[in-house]
């Protein structure tokens, strides 16, 4: 969803976009070499992604200048909205979490 906005205590008086966006996260692990999963080793994976996106970080809204640099405008939130280990039917072996996230932003003109 993304909605027009202006003034207020979101985007200093200027006219501004608010978006939400919800997105996956799939963390993937394969099998040892023998083929039996490894699920300690894909709960790592899944607890080390959740560390880095803990909720409500506050993450750099990056804003391109068209000369190939970038300058921060503005700050993305991220909150952790669930997640869930899936079973991998099709792929012998692999082990599979899905972690949900919610991530709100402002993009001032």
Known sequence: MIK???GG???SGS???FG???CKVDCWSPPNSAGEPRNGANRKLKDKVEKI???KVRINLLQWDGTGGTTVA???YVRQ???AWLPVEEMEGYTRWQ???KVRAVDTD
């Open 74 to 76: 503005g700050g993305m």
């Open 81 to 83: 909205t669930g997640a």
């Open 9 to 11: 205590r979101n985007v």
């Open 4 to 6: 027009d906005i202006g």
């Open 53 to 55: 996106l803990k909720p």
């Open 99 to 101: 972690l949900d996230y």
């Open 20 to 22: 939400e966006f919800y």
């Open 15 to 17: 006219g501004a976009r």
